[in-house]
């Protein structure tokens, strides 16, 4: 299974670089390939800002929570169709909850956007996320590899032509709404694949492997007109997995669910996608990928993207 692992990496990188003489390369100053975000398991079409929450009482030891990934971006090409591969280091951290997390991984992420959006090209954009990383879960001491699969697609506007359902407007990856609507909103809908072999354990019951798919449902409610620079956000993620296989004695839920609910205000923006957010969240269930255990919690934070 590691040999199947490492084979997936090399493939990700090799197939941007077989194309390498045909592709056209974008030119990028060193702080145009940094990308700092939540994670890498959406697209970069719809990218989730990274949080940082901290309390500080008079009497108790302090908690925080950190939610955040930083990428440099190798190649980003024109190979027939735009395709970027980066080096990627997520770091999870929360110490608010009851079962705390304790979790970072590193690898590569390989996103490719299937065809090419230009005049007279398909409405129809299918998307792929690829994520091979270690894992190392530090409150628990298990060192994994992973690797995630995951598709998505969106819409381009609609030109002539187009047949009655193609104008409908349940369109993914489009701005849904007028610009004088009070509320506009913009979804991703994801089906996924998922694995996790653990390859260094501190007891024999979490040793094993566990594959598994993945659905999820991520959205953007703009509360607030699009002339007013959608400053007021409301943000429903839903995700449910499922368990097709598993040889790990602990894990005994075969399918984990996870609710996210956030209200964000973005009071600075720069350009790309550089911004700051404060933002309510609330959060339910469990994320196996990132070893966030089942429980429920609020949190009132800073955000940042860049």
Known sequence: MKKLFFILLLFMANSVKSQENEALDV???????????????????????AVFTITIPENKTSSWLFDGAISYEWIN???????????????HRNTLIEKEQFNYNFGLNYEKQWRKIGP???????????????????????????????FTFYYTYCRSGCN???????????????????????YFPYVGIESENRIRTELESQKGSIYRWMLRFNSNFFLLPK???????LGIDFQIRRNFSNSVQEFMNISPKIFRGSLNYTFLKGTGNKKGIIGLDYTRGEDPSVNFEKQAFWAFGLKFAY
Do not use: C, H
Not at 124 to 142: T, W
Not at 227 to 233: G, P
């Open 27 to 49: 030119k990028l100053k060193f702080k145009e390939r940094v990308s700092v975000r939540k994670s890498f398991q959406t697209s970069s079409l719809m990218l989730e800002p």
């Open 77 to 91: 090409k024109e190979i027939f169709v735009p395709t970027n591969l980066r080096t990627i280091f997520e770091y």
């Open 120 to 150: 007279g090209e398909p409405f129809f954009i299918p998307v792929s996320i690829l994520n091979g990383k270690f894992n190392k879960d530090l409150k628990k001491g298990n060192e994994s590899l992973m690797f995630q699969a995951y």
């Open 164 to 186: 009655w359902w193609q104008n409908q407007i349940w369109k993914p990856g489009q701005r849904i709404g007028s610009s004088k609507s009070l509320l506009n909103f913009i």
């Open 227 to 233: 002339f007013l620079n959608e400053d007021l956000v």
